[in-house]
C-alpha cells in the first residue's frame, strides 16, 4: 500500500537556511493532509494541516503547500533551527472513512548548528 | 497542555496470552483511534471508534482485535492471543468535535510478543 510516499528517507539542512519535505499520494480521495513530528520514544506530534480545497497553509515558520494537480504536498521550515530534527511523517485522510490516517514512511530531518 | 496518556509504555508478553493497551484520550474529544507500527515500517491504522462503536477498522483489526470504551475517559484495545507478529508500538490519537481530522497521539506502548 503505497498511497502516501515519501521519496527522500533524510534530509540534512544548515540552521537557518530552509528545509523542504515532500510527499506525494494516489488517492484522490483525500481531502486532508497532515504533517507529524516524531521525536524517538515519542508519540507522532500535530504540526500543520491542509484542506483538499486550499494550497497553502502557514503556521509560524512552517508552510504547506498543496499541488492537487501533481498529487504532491510539501512542508517548508524555515528557518530551520537544530530542535527540528526528528521524523516528520506526511499523512492523508479522507472524510468518509471514519478519519483514518494513511501515512508516508517519514523523512528523517537533521539540522546542524 | 491537554495530551493523551497510554501505559504501559512497554509490554512483553507470551504469544498466546491476552494484552490489554490502555488509553486515556484529550477530555473533549469525541473520536478515538488505534494505530500501530512495526519496527522499520509506516504507521498504520487499526480503528476508528465514535460514539461507542467502530466507524471504521482496517484488515490488520481482525477477530482477535477489540476495543472499548469502559467508562468516560478510558480506550483500551484488547488483543486476544497475541502472536509473534503482534510485537509493534501502539499508538492511541483522539480528535475533537472541530476538527476531527486532526488526531493527537499518545507516546504510545510497546509490544513485545516472546
Known amino acids: 500500500d503505497q498511497q502516501v510516499k515519501q521519496n527522500s528517507p533524510s534530509l540534512s539542512v544548515q540552521e537557518g537556511r530552509i528545509s523542504i519535505l515532500n510527499c506525494d499520494y494516489t488517492n484522490s480521495m483525500f481531502d486532508y493532509f497532515l504533517w507529524y513530528k516524531k521525536y524517538p520514544a515519542e508519540g507522532p506530534t500535530f504540526l500543520i494541516s491542509i484542506s483538499s480545497i486550499k494550497d497553502k497553509n502557514e503556521d509560524g515558520r512552517f508552510t504547506v503547500f498543496l499541488n492537487k494537480s501533481a498529487k504532491h504536498l510539501s512542508l517548508h521550515i524555515v528557518p530551520s533551527q537544530p530542535g527540528d530534527s526528528a521524523v516528520y511523517f506526511c499523512a492523508a485522510s479522507e472524510g468518509n472513512a471514519g478519519n483514518m490516517l494513511t501515512f508516508g514512511g517519514g523523512t528523517r530531518l537533521m539540522v546542524k548548528p | 497542555e491537554p495530551e493523551v496518556t497510554q501505559t504501559p509504555s512497554h509490554q512483553v508478553t507470551q504469544m498466546g496470552q491476552e494484552v490489554i493497551l490502555r488509553c486515556v484520550p484529550i477530555?473533549?474529544?469525541?473520536?478515538f483511534y488505534w494505530y500501530r507500527q512495526i519496527l522499520g515500517q509506516k504507521v498504520e491504522f487499526l480503528v476508528s471508534?465514535?460514539?461507542?462503536?467502530?466507524?471504521?477498522k482496517s484488515e490488520i483489526f481482525d477477530d482477535q482485535f477489540s476495543v472499548e470504551r469502559p467508562d468516560g475517559s478510558n480506550f483500551t484495545l484488547k488483543i486476544r492471543s497475541t502472536k509473534l507478529e503482534d510485537s509493534a508500538m501502539y499508538f492511541c490519537a483522539s480528535s475533537g468535535p472541530t476538527g476531527p481530522h486532526i488526531q493527537y497521539f499518545g507516546a504510545g506502548t510497546r509490544l513485545s510478543v516472546l
Open positions: 477530555s473533549n474529544h469525541l473520536y
Open positions: 471508534f465514535y460514539n461507542n462503536e467502530i466507524s471504521e
